[in-house]
């Protein structure tokens, strides 16, 4: 691996760029308790980072204080070489990056269409008045944003729920429908909260080959958090381990499962 | 054709007129309940204060004056001046606006995620609140609200109608205005909601807040504008009860006629408010004039409420609200 500031060529031949966020020394604490101890990693453009670690190990935190929704008591996020000032999320998903969550957040009575149009808000320019009555550009628009919306509801596949309310679909579709939401939203950079989590076996395949294909033709910078130690080894280009708030690990998966702290960490060695 | 249903036919455009009233202040309910989930209790108390404020504005009365005059020792109750009733109204908009965005950062924002019934519990408080704020403002005498709205009888409709039937029908102007005012309302309502970009985050907003903020929607912001638009429905609604009967604090009352309506048609839908507030409307009328003087009068009072009661037992979610479905 050839790891510089211009970025490093993956094992599997794809070119990863320079560095689009940076945490520095991120230290995060609820009263007496510290989720984060002074964690440091990047994110570099085009990659697929992952941030795994057994329960409770800081993980969703840290994607909530990128996503803003935490606001960490030290250290600084840098987002494009910038340093960014304290945001709430809305602000920050308005930068272009754009999230799901482990739980499944998704507009449940609404349509799936109108769902992963929330997505494309950022987009729409045109004022109230020509909206509410499509004149002007508001027409033009609605049908561009429309066309980026059925691009990415037919790359997740989900054309025949198209017009589904949201809470009738099962799980599994649920989390493609969150996915295709946040990608509707062009985003620079996509993090998926447990893109996996209760899923069988099928579903874990289709949801993989989703992201590994969305990295692949939109060039999607993912970061992502997974429990499954064998489907993150698979899709990550680089992984970071935390452990009880701290990081414990970082590199490719080849690096890091040989690192002999993952290793205790996931097997459970007495901590002393 | 017979006499009797003549006067029935009569009635029932008379109750649809009314029912369209009742609609209006509904209306305002739904677009709060289903923008965040509130049922706002302070609906009728915003349609008292935005009529209140709008002939305090065209009298050009000194706001708090009792409050000043006490403190200073003064004389002042007016400025002297009238403002014409359009000029008047955008003001007052204006002071909706201004009362959507205290509302907003002094209550709600403290009680974001909080149980459905802490927030019902606070706009109770609002109410209580905003009443004694507007006899502050402007003083608790019943006033004459006249935007200029025709009023009596329509002379078209009692002239043709006499010509078919041998009898003319007593259809209010002012009810007719407000037919075609609330008809524009809504079209204008459901165009916002479902073509507009604010009104699709507003739909959001109300579906999952941190969903909504996941896709970049400020959800301070869309809440001022949903009070905001609750304030101009009061607004509208506040003319129109104002003109009709008069300024006065009855019209926060109207308020509790637009629950049943809410219960018919569904807490959740724009149409629902419309027809529960036509069979309302109609059925109260309708009842009072074929039962009424079997029973000695005055059903008007409490059938509405007993048509919901009736609702609730059989249709828990209204003729148009979101069906309750219970996952075990």
């Given at each position: 691996?050839?790891d510089?500031?211009?970025?490093?060529?993956?094992?599997d031949?794809?070119k990863?760029?320079?560095?689009?966020?940076?945490?520095?020394n991120?230290?995060?604490?609820?009263?007496?308790?510290?989720?984060?101890k002074?964690?440091?990693?990047?994110?570099?453009?085009?990659?697929?980072?992952?941030?795994?670690?057994?329960?409770?190990?800081?993980?969703?935190?840290?994607?909530?204080?990128?996503s803003?929704?935490?606001?960490?008591?030290e250290?600084?996020?840098?987002?494009?070489?910038?340093k960014?000032?304290?945001?709430?999320?809305?602000?920050?998903?308005?930068?272009?990056?754009?999230?799901?969550?482990?739980?499944?957040?998704?507009?449940?009575?609404?349509?799936v269409?109108?769902?992963?149009?929330?997505?494309?808000?950022?987009?729409?320019?045109?004022?109230i008045?020509?909206?509410?009555?499509?004149?002007?550009?508001?027409?033009?628009?609605?049908?561009?944003?429309?066309?980026?919306?059925?691009?990415m509801?037919?790359?997740?596949?989900?054309?025949?729920?198209?017009?589904?309310?949201?809470?009738?679909?099962p799980?599994?579709?649920?989390?493609?429908?969150?996915?295709?939401?946040?990608?509707?939203?062009?985003?620079?950079?996509?993090?998926?909260?447990?893109?996996?989590?209760?899923?069988?076996?099928?579903?874990?395949?289709?949801?993989?080959?989703?992201i590994?294909?969305v990295?692949?033709?939109?060039?999607?910078?993912?970061?992502?958090?997974?429990?499954?130690?064998?489907?993150?080894?698979?899709?990550?280009?680089?992984?970071?381990?935390?452990?009880?708030?701290?990081?414990?690990?970082?590199?490719?998966?080849?690096?890091?499962?040989?690192?002999?702290?993952?290793?205790?960490?996931?097997?459970?060695?007495?901590?002393? | 054709?017979?006499e009797?249903?003549?006067?029935?036919?009569?009635v029932?455009?008379?109750?649809?007129?009314?029912?369209?009233?009742y609609?209006?202040?509904?209306?305002?309910?739904?677009?709060?309940?289903?923008?965040?989930?509130?049922?706002?209790?302070?609906?009728?108390?915003m349609?008292?204060?935005?009529a209140?404020?709008?002939?305090?504005?065209m009298?050009g009365?000194?706001?708090?004056?009792?409050v000043?005059?006490?403190?200073?020792?003064?004389?002042?109750?007016?400025?002297?001046?009238?403002?014409?009733?359009?000029?008047?109204?955008?003001?007052?908009?204006?002071?909706?606006?201004?009362?959507?965005?205290?509302?907003?950062?002094f209550?709600?924002?403290?009680?974001?995620?909080?149980?459905?019934?802490?927030?019902?519990?606070?706009?109770?408080?609002?109410?209580?609140?905003?009443?004694?704020?507007?006899?502050?403002?402007?003083?608790?005498?019943?006033?004459?609200?006249?935007?200029?709205?025709?009023?009596?009888?329509?002379?078209?409709?009692?002239?043709?109608t006499?010509?078919?039937?041998?009898?003319?029908?007593?259809?209010?102007n002012?009810?007719?205005?407000?037919?075609?005012?609330?008809?524009?309302?809504?079209?204008?309502?459901?165009?916002?909601?479902?073509?507009t970009?604010?009104?699709?985050?507003?739909?959001?907003?109300?579906?999952?807040?941190?969903?909504?903020?996941?896709?970049?929607?400020?959800?301070n912001?869309?809440?001022?504008?949903?009070?905001?638009?609750?304030?101009?429905?009061?607004l509208?609604?506040?003319?129109?009860?104002?003109?009709?009967?008069?300024?006065q604090?009855?019209?926060?009352?109207?308020?509790?006629?637009?629950?049943?309506?809410?219960?018919?048609?569904?807490?959740?839908?724009?149409?629902?408010?419309?027809?529960?507030?036509?069979?309302?409307?109609?059925?109260?009328?309708?009842?009072?004039?074929?039962?009424?003087?079997?029973?000695?009068?005055?059903?008007?009072?409490?059938f509405?409420?007993?048509?919901?009661?009736?609702?609730?037992v059989?249709?828990?979610?209204?003729?148009?609200?979101?069906?309750?479905?219970?996952?075990?």
């Open positions: 691996m050839l510089n500031a211009e970025g490093y060529v993956t094992e031949g794809r990863i760029g320079g560095v689009v966020m940076e945490m520095k991120i230290t995060l604490r609820f009263g007496g308790v510290v989720a984060i002074d964690i440091s990693f990047d994110i570099r453009e085009g990659e697929i980072r992952a941030i795994i670690g057994p329960n409770g190990a800081g993980k969703s935190s840290m994607l909530n204080v990128i803003g929704f935490y606001v960490p008591q250290g600084e996020v840098w987002f494009h070489g910038a960014r000032p304290q945001m709430r999320p809305f602000e920050v998903a308005q930068q272009g990056i754009a999230r799901t969550f482990q739980n499944i957040a998704l507009f449940e009575g609404m349509s269409l109108d769902n992963v149009m929330t997505g494309r808000l950022g987009y729409m320019k045109t004022n008045f020509q909206q509410a009555l499509w004149k002007g550009k508001a027409e033009s628009e609605e049908v561009e944003n429309r066309e980026a919306v059925e691009k509801i037919d790359f997740l596949e989900i054309q025949h729920i198209r017009k589904t309310p949201v809470s009738r679909l799980y599994g579709l649920k989390k493609r429908v969150e996915l295709a939401r946040a990608l509707a939203a062009e985003p620079k950079l996509l993090l998926l909260d447990e893109p996996m989590a209760g899923m069988n076996v099928e579903e874990k395949e289709d949801m993989s080959r989703f590994l294909d990295n692949d033709e939109f060039g999607t910078t993912i970061a992502l958090i997974e429990h499954d130690m064998g489907v993150v080894m698979d899709l990550s280009d680089r992984v970071v381990v935390m452990d009880y708030g701290k990081k414990i690990g970082d590199g490719t998966p080849d690096e890091v499962r040989n690192n002999q702290e993952v290793i205790d960490a996931y097997l459970g060695v007495s901590h002393d | 054709m017979p009797q249903l003549i006067f029935a036919m009569e029932i455009l008379n109750g649809l007129m009314a029912g369209v009233l609609a209006l202040v509904a209306l305002g309910f739904v677009l709060i309940y289903k923008a965040s989930g509130i049922f706002n209790y302070a609906q009728g108390v349609a008292l204060f935005a209140m404020t709008l002939v305090g504005i009298n009365q000194v706001p708090f004056a009792h000043i005059n006490a403190t200073f020792g003064t004389h002042v109750y007016n400025f002297g001046w009238t403002v014409p009733a359009l000029l008047a109204i955008i003001l007052t908009m204006a002071v909706m606006v201004l009362l959507a965005w205290a509302v907003q950062r209550v709600m924002r403290h009680l974001v995620g909080q149980e459905p019934i802490i927030l019902f519990m606070a706009t109770i408080g609002l109410a209580y609140f905003l009443e004694g704020v507007a006899d502050l403002m402007w003083g608790s005498e019943i006033k004459t609200l006249n935007v200029g709205l025709p009023q009596g009888i329509n002379l078209w409709i009692d002239e043709t006499f010509n078919f039937f041998d009898y003319g029908f007593f259809i209010d002012l009810d007719i205005v407000a037919t075609v005012i609330a008809a524009l309302l809504v079209a204008a309502l459901v165009a916002f909601s479902q073509y970009k604010q009104g699709r985050a507003m739909r959001a907003v109300a579906d999952d807040h941190q969903a909504a903020l996941s896709v970049g929607i400020s959800l912001f869309i809440w001022i504008m949903v009070w905001s638009v609750a304030g101009f429905v009061a509208v609604a506040g003319i129109m009860w104002g003109t009709k009967s008069g300024v604090f009855s019209l926060s009352l109207i308020a509790l006629k637009a629950l049943p309506v809410l219960m018919l048609g569904g807490f959740t839908s724009i149409p629902g408010a419309i027809v529960g507030g036509l069979i309302i409307g109609v059925g109260e009328k309708l009842f009072e004039f074929a039962i009424g003087p079997m029973v000695g009068g005055a059903t008007e009072n409490w509405a409420y007993v048509l919901a009661l009736i609702f609730l059989f249709r828990p979610q209204g003729l148009f609200g979101e069906k309750i479905i219970e996952r075990v």
